[in-house]
């Protein structure tokens, strides 16, 4: 269905980009919103992909390529908010809480949940990135790497050193309950 | 040792798969929707072959099938430049004609371009950078060329939608559309001693006179080190720049003229007032161009709304001087025609 809407948006037919929108812009801004952990940043991330998504799209020769591509683009709208605001701004980053209960609760307990969550948040933007990338958007590692524009032997450690990181920021994250319980 | 340190990746892996399935929009994304089809109806999508580059780039460089387009792509570059010199050669000059409006215009050309040769941009085509630009409504003529998002990028930092008239030329910065830069021919001004129809230089010494809690800056004329970007001006003139940074917490919305310094429009035009107050941040280019006052404000918006209130729906930033002097730089080799 998707494939088809972009084969049409690709000969100019904006009704169907108009619906490709519909049906990619709430994964894409969720992509965006777990990689840079800002709301705001996430929308101006992903409404600049989808706006270059469409003046570009006819160079997207494989239709079956069309996630990996919509993801690409909003990696480097993701890379480019960051990089502004940095150069906006000194004020720190604000760490919301991702889950609002707006979609069904996962399987896990609440509380491990929220080490997940906070473990997470721990990460650099690249780990936060390949780890959106493969277990959120569900992408291969083939198309992860075209996603982040880099080979894929390279997206084959950037996993793996995630994975070793968001493993560490739990045990961090876990032990902190434990010392304060020390103290008391 | 925790738990966490023993955990086998499998186990990690299904974990956060789990955790993230649960993730969602906590957001409405309407107005995102909205804009993004405001931005792209009538915008010009890029041929294939301009936009290819890009893609290939991002493409794993072990995929064979990448490489035989590689070989294609610089044959057929080969090709092209072989085909334009004999053009050249059997032509000469004559190829020098007026170039089609579609056609991006040299950025190094020699000769000052016009512009005739310049894409209005109020035709809601999508700008390149470097692309020679004018306003179909401004006047004087101005031409200007859009820098890229970033260096070397293909982006340029304009929202689509611009707004103008014979005084007025908005350029805003896609952050919200909210901050911009401003062309203005006043059609008077009311700004302390200044008078109706001030030059460059008594207009800044006006603004410097404003009482500001964080100063106001005379970064000097033009020509001063630092005082514009280096390639903003493709001719000279005559021109005073001033900086005035305000802070959030002191804005006040609902107090109108605050400083008792405005720029106005042409009554019944529907351009906005503009006014020069401390609380807000903005950067003003002051020049005399054909005898006539041009302002080219960066803002992190200001006060140029119907009421206070409005303005402050509008939302207004708190950008610090780099972040005014990258909206200076939203455009480069700005020339003023007749």
Not at chain 1, 120 to 129: A, K
Not at chain 2, 159 to 173: D, K, M
Request: proline content about 6%; hydrophobic content about 40%.
């Amino acid at each position: 269905m998707q494939q088809e809407l972009a084969r049409r948006a690709r000969e100019g037919d904006h009704d169907a980009f108009s619906a490709l929108v519909r049906e990619t812009l709430g994964r894409l801004y969720t992509t965006a919103r777990l990689i840079l952990r800002d709301p705001d940043r996430a929308e101006d991330a992903v409404q600049d992909a989808l706006i270059e998504a469409w003046r570009d799209i006819r160079g997207l020769r494989d239709i079956d390529r069309l996630d990996a591509w919509l993801n690409r683009l909003l990696v480097r709208s993701c890379y480019r908010a960051a990089k502004r605001e940095r150069r906006r701004t000194l004020t720190e980053i604000p760490l919301g809480p991702f889950h609002d209960g707006t979609r069904p609760d996962s399987v896990l307990p609440l509380a491990d949940r929220d080490e997940i969550e906070r473990a997470f948040q721990r990460l650099t933007q690249d780990q936060r990135t390949v780890l959106t990338l493969v277990y959120f958007a569900d992408l291969s590692l083939a198309d992860a790497a075209v996603a982040l524009g880099i080979p894929i032997g390279t997206t084959k450690s950037r996993l793996h050193n995630a994975l070793i990181a968001l493993r560490a920021a739990l045990a961090a994250t876990e032990r902190v309950p434990e010392l304060k319980g020390g103290v008391a | 040792m925790s738990a966490f340190d023993t955990m086998p990746t499998d186990d990690l892996e299904r974990r956060l798969s789990s955790w993230m399935g649960g993730q969602g929009p906590d957001t409405d994304l309407t107005s995102t929707y909205d804009t993004i089809i405001d931005a792209t109806r009538g915008a010009r999508q890029r041929p294939w072959f301009l936009v290819r580059r890009g893609i290939r780039r991002t493409t794993p460089m072990s995929e064979r099938r990448f490489a035989t387009e590689r070989a294609l792509t610089a044959g057929l570059a080969v090709l092209l430049v072989v085909l334009a010199i004999g053009a050249g050669l059997v032509i000469g000059g004559r190829l020098l004609t007026s170039p089609d409006e579609s056609t991006p215009a040299p950025s190094e050309s020699s000769s000052a371009p016009t512009s005739v040769d310049a894409l209005a941009i109020e035709n809601g085509i999508s700008l390149s950078p470097g692309q020679l630009a004018t306003s179909r409504l401004f006047q004087p003529t101005l031409t200007f060329r859009p820098s890229p998002r970033t260096p070397g990028e293909s982006a340029v930092d304009l929202c689509p939608s611009v707004e103008s008239s014979s005084r007025s030329l908005v350029l805003a910065h896609p952050k919200g559309c909210v901050e911009d830069l401003r062309f203005i021919r006043p059609w008077a001004v009311d700004c302390g001693s200044a008078g109706e129809h001030p030059d460059a230089d008594a207009l800044a010494t006006a603004i410097l006179a404003i009482p500001s809690t964080s100063g106001s800056t005379d970064l000097g004329d033009l020509q001063s080190a630092g005082a514009v970007p280096p390639a903003m001006f493709a001719d000279q003139y005559h021109g005073r720049v001033v900086e005035m940074l305000g802070y959030n917490p002191l804005f006040q919305a609902d107090v109108v003229n605050r400083d008792d310094c405005r720029l106005l429009p042409e009554p019944g035009s529907g351009d906005p007032v503009i006014e020069i107050r401390r609380d807000l941040s903005a950067l003003f280019v002051l020049i005399d161009v054909n005898g006539e006052l041009i302002v080219i404000r960066a803002s992190v918006a200001g006060h140029d709304a119907a009421s206070g209130g409005e303005a402050q729906s509008r939302g207004y930033g708190q950008g610090g001087s780099e972040q005014l002097r990258h909206l200076l730089g939203l455009v480069y080799d700005v020339r003023f025609g007749p």
